[in-house]
């Protein structure tokens, strides 16, 4: 059973911090591509950051600069590094894994809660 595992979520200050984790277990086939996207309520789904197996990154427009994506391919485990954080942030963040299959199955965690407030 493939499980996708988010952690890292909790409640900053503006100008704050965080640092997500993702781990993806029980995979029989290799990751494609790890990254995560955000859900504020009542808004569009957006991608944060992704990264795919061989190193390729991609930011959503609103980072610019302040989140930071890595990877550990060996622990099936991603990274995002958010800095400078404003109340916009706020959402849930989700991680998706894409596996390399023929029809490239996408997996999602549960999300985690990122909220910025005074």
Same mark, same amino acid.
């Given at each position: &059973? ?20 993702? $781990? ?5 086939? /290799? ?6 996207? /955000? !859900?504020?309520?009542?808004? &569009?789904?957006?991608?944060?950051? #992704? ?14 600069? !302040?989140? $930071?994506?890595? /990877? #550990? ?26 596996? #390399?299959?023929? #029809? ?10 990122? $909220?910025?407030?005074?």
């Amino acid at each position: &059973q493939v499980q996708v595992v988010e952690s890292g979520g909790g409640s900053v200050h503006p100008g704050g911090s965080l640092s997500l984790a993702c $781990t993806a277990s029980g995979l029989t086939n /290799r990751i494609a591509v790890m990254g995560w996207y /955000r !859900r504020a309520p009542g808004a &569009q789904r957006e991608l944060v950051a #992704d990264i795919a197996d061989d190193g390729n990154i991609n930011y959503g427009t609103f980072v610019k600069g !302040r989140f $930071t994506i890595s /990877r #550990d391919n060996a622990k099936n485990t991603v990274t995002l590094q958010m800095n400078s954080l404003r109340p916009e942030d706020t959402a849930v963040y989700l991680c998706y894994v894409l596996l #390399d299959t023929h #029809d490239l199955k996408l997996y999602w965690g549960q999300g985690t809660q990122v $909220t910025v407030s005074s």
